[in-house]
Nanobody, 116 residues
Framework: QVQLMESGGGLVQPGGSLKLSCEAP????????MGWYRQAPGQQRELVAM???????NYGDSVNGRFTISRDDAKDSVYLQMNSLQPEDSAVYYC??????????WGQGIQVTVSS
């Protein structure tokens, strides 16, 4: 069973920062496009950021300029550095791995809460 192991979530004050990590040791990590999605209560899951196997990046409009996605293929890991966090960034964040349009996997999700 493929596991994507997320870490780094928690509670942070508005304007603060968090860094999420996702490790995926069960896949040929370097071949996968990796992404972060989020879902707030009552809302649809939305793309936060993605990074391709060639390290090209794409960001959701609501986080562009504040969040940075990166990957370390040697560590089978993808990261999401989140700066200038706002209450509307509060959600469950999910790690996603995709190979072509044939295979994809999701992490279990990790809570990020931005509140004073």
């Amino acid at each position: 069973q493929v596991q994507l192991m997320e870490s780094g979530g928690g509670l942070v004050q508005p304007g603060g920062s968090l860094k999420l990590s996702c490790e995926a040791p069960d896949i040929v990590f370097a071949m996968y496009d990796m992404g972060w999605y989020r879902q707030a209560p009552g809302q649809q899951r939305e793309l936060v950021a993605m990074i391709t196997d060639e390290h090209r990046t794409n960001y959701g409009d609501s986080v562009n300029g504040r969040f940075t996605i990166s990957r370390d293929d040697a560590k089978d890991s993808v990261y999401l550095q989140m700066n200038s966090l706002q209450p509307e960034d509060s959600a469950v964040y999910y790690c996603h791995a995709k190979w072509r349009d044939l295979v994809d996997y999701w992490g279990q999700g990790i809570q990020v809460t931005v509140s004073s």
